[in-house]
């Protein structure tokens, strides 16, 4: 469960980012995160992974209060999170098969584990051709499918992605947004996308929170409210 409780965001004290910001999100919900440029979604998101503070207000993100997070325990609270980035941020030097299984690396896990899981994801995703592949030699769309295995290889509570589609084709953006509703039933987990992107909002039928000068100002369970613009 994610819930913003009077959540405010102010730079030099004076300047409101996001302002009185309430919101619930259920474990398993699929959420779309939408509104114009500046309106307050990447605020939001770098408040959902810690990399920002709150002014006011509180945040609960399942066991984790992180409006009294202390600094050492940001590490461990970010593994409940996978992310999903526009750009990408592969590494270059390791094949897909080494990306996303470098995260389960870093913590310690065994190697048959690893195998196991890494080829369960990228079937998945399906990108299992793709294992022995760098990600210069992928397309934009193969790319971001194996950010959606690696965010997904620790299990995370919550995946967020924050315009997985922005460097994609229309084409390749529905099929990246179809791997993440799938995800969504296969897995379990909580998902968040934050987009721009209109015309994929009104495709699929979830949920969709649309923000305005760091508040909300749409909550619709069912789909985007077409009388306001992205």
Request: charged content about 30%; aromatic content about 8%; overall charge positive.
């Amino acid at each position: 469960m994610i819930e913003f409780n009077k959540v405010s965001k102010t730079y030099n004290g004076k300047e409101y980012i996001l302002k009185n910001l309430d919101l619930t999100i259920r474990d398993g919900e699929f959420v779309f995160i939408v509104g114009h440029s500046g309106a307050g979604k990447t605020t939001l998101t770098k408040l959902l992974l810690r990399e920002e503070k709150l002014s006011s207000g509180t945040l609960h993100i399942g066991k984790y209060k992180l409006e009294r997070l202390r600094n050492f325990r940001v590490p461990q609270f970010r593994r409940t999170i996978g992310v999903v980035f526009q750009d990408f941020k592969l590494l270059e030097n390791k094949t897909v098969y080494e990306n996303v299984a470098f995260a389960l690396q870093i913590v310690g896990t065994k190697k048959k584990e690893i195998d196991e899981r890494v080829r369960f994801f990228l079937d998945l995703v399906e990108l299992s051709d793709k294992a022995d592949s760098f990600p210069s030699q992928l397309s934009g769309g193969e790319k971001q499918r194996a950010c959606l295995a690696r965010a997904i290889i620790n299990r995370p509570d919550i995946i967020i992605a924050d315009e997985p589609t922005g460097n994609l084709d229309p084409v390749l953006s529905f099929d990246i947004m179809n791997l993440l509703v799938r995800i969504n039933a296969v897995v379990g987990r909580t998902v968040i996308v934050v987009t721009h992107e209109k015309q994929l909002v009104d495709h699929f039928n979830k949920r969709v929170v649309t923000i305005e000068n760091g508040e909300i100002i749409s909550d619709k369970a069912g789909g985007y409210d077409n009388a306001q613009t992205i």
